[in-house]
């Protein structure tokens, strides 16, 4: 989702295990390092779909003032907060974990049972309010609530 030069992780670590020079290594590839902020690229990703933020912050059923917050780069969101996000901008399971990598944050992982709900309902394209009913049916912690 931006303009930054991609080279997947293991293409990178293969190169940096055949370099000799580190010093020419970081040099050669400062491109990889760059990143954008999440807001940047939250914004982006409205842009290129044709939101406008209060329609992503009311999808994601956060309070106003604070998806605002989040848009303007003034907060940085919680894991919970980026999946809310997520499924307000109808993400797949890929462009979620992209969205938690650019967050800092941990992506979906199969092995843990609140993470497989989710990785189920953002592929099968369930709503949050649905997912969050599954969650809670199945005495998970719902998103938004307390952080597991």
Not at 39 to 56: D, H, I, T
Not at 61 to 72: R, T, V, Y
Not at 120 to 136: A, F, K, P, Q, R
Request: charged share 30%.
């Amino acid at each position: 989702m931006g303009e930054i030069k991609r080279i997947s992780t293991e293409e990178l670590l293969r190169m940096l295990f055949q370099e000799r020079n580190l010093e020419q290594f970081l040099q050669r590839n400062e491109e990889t390092w760059r990143t954008v902020s999440f807001a940047e690229y939250l914004s982006l990703w409205c842009k290129r779909q044709g939101l406008v933020p209060e329609q992503v912050i009311r999808r994601a059923n956060l309070e106003k003032s604070f998806g605002h917050q989040l848009f303007s780069g003034k907060r940085n969101p919680s894991r919970d907060t980026v999946l809310q996000l997520a499924f307000a901008l109808e993400a797949d399971v890929a462009q979620t974990q992209e969205l938690l990598r650019v967050a800092r944050k941990s992506t979906l992982y199969p092995r843990i049972k609140r993470d497989t709900v989710i990785i189920y309902c953002l592929h099968n394209h369930v709503s949050l309010v649905d997912t969050e009913i599954i969650l809670e049916e199945l005495g998970l912690p719902i998103l938004g609530g307390k952080e597991s």
